[in-house]
């Protein structure tokens, strides 16, 4: 009976043992491997949380890039050989009326859409929205990509599908403001401007470092009425390139797109000067290259 029992604190002993050595393993950065296999690990139940979230936003964009940059982790995705623009764009449901008169009591879901300068003005686009009693759900930063890259890829008309937001705000052309092929830009702006179809928006032109020739009209023409803010006219500071605003350029920047947000544009919002600054960064932050990713 006695040796019974023994056998029995025995077994339960190593029992315990086993699986405690297989929980520290699971959770170790080192890896065993027995007669040419590897013993699997156990998951950590977070990182399966961030692995399928970031799966969700590779299934719903599907695009053709290798690689995709985003704020936390990077989403490898096979090549496709579909060259071919997604004309569909959601239908999303909004009470907003052209022309609107302001409606403080409207909190918005906004997504930004831009090249470098979206990526310098995030921040401070934040800080107004979450004073403002919107949310700034998600911002394309596209570096070195230009209205033709805009035009042509169906991903603005995914990630508007999957955001669901109820107010963009478009800013981009910093990187083509010394184009003088006017038809072109004109062409791939009306192109763009349909991939917004049924959201409200706001269209702002790029800050202007050098002579805008013909990229700042070319936006306006393709734009709504009163729903294009053209930057070639302000001074601002510069960042240390000469081209991107400096960080208190960008605050100037937006603080006369808010001003024109709440009094002038064709779908007006509350807009206020925030109460302070730093509000915490909630949004999802996609970033792209256009030498890496060109979109179409």
């Given at each position: 009976m006695k040796s019974n029992r023994g056998y029995l604190v025995w077994a339960g002993l190593c029992f315990i043992v086993v699986n405690a050595l297989l929980f520290i393993y699971g959770?170790?950065?080192?890896?065993?491997?027995?007669?040419g296999f590897e013993l699997k690990k156990i998951v950590n139940s977070t990182v399966d949380q961030v692995s399928v979230e970031d799966q969700i936003l590779a299934e719903s964009i599907k695009i053709d890039s290798p690689k995709i940059a985003l704020k936390d982790t990077v989403v490898r995705l096979a090549d496709s050989k579909s060259d071919s623009i997604v004309d569909e764009i959601v239908?999303?449901?909004?009470?907003?009326?052209?022309?609107?008169s302001l409606n403080d009591s409207t909190h918005h879901r906004i997504l930004l859409l831009?090249?470098?300068?979206?990526?310098?003005?995030?921040n401070v686009l934040n800080d107004y929205c979450l004073s403002n009693g919107h949310k700034l759900v998600a911002t394309l930063e596209w570096y070195s990509?230009?209205?033709?890259?805009?035009a042509k890829a169906d991903t603005i008309s995914k990630l508007i599908a999957r955001y669901k937001p109820t107010y963009v705000i478009v800013l981009f052309g910093l990187n083509e403001v010394l184009a003088r092929d006017g038809a072109n830009r004109r062409a791939m702006a009306k192109l763009f401007q349909k991939r917004l179809r049924k959201v409200p928006y706001a269209w702002i032109g790029p800050t202007n470092w050098g002579q805008d020739f013909v990229v700042t009209d070319a936006f306006r023409a393709a734009a709504d009425s009163a729903a294009f803010f053209s930057s070639k006219s302000l001074a601002l500071p510069k960042s240390s390139d000469g081209r991107h605003?400096?960080?208190?350029?960008?605050?100037?920047?937006?603080?006369?797109?808010?001003?024109?947000?709440q009094t002038s544009a064709r779908w007006k919002m509350k807009m206020l000067p925030p109460n302070r600054t730093g509000y915490p960064r909630k949004f999802k932050s996609i970033v792209f290259n256009a030498a890496e990713f060109r979109g179409y």
């Open positions: 959770y170790s950065p080192y890896n065993f491997t027995i007669g239908s999303l449901p909004t009470s907003l009326k052209a022309d609107s831009g090249d470098s300068e979206a990526g310098g003005i995030k990509a230009t209205s033709v890259n805009f605003p400096s960080l208190s350029g960008y605050r100037i920047w937006m603080a006369n797109i808010a001003n024109w947000l």
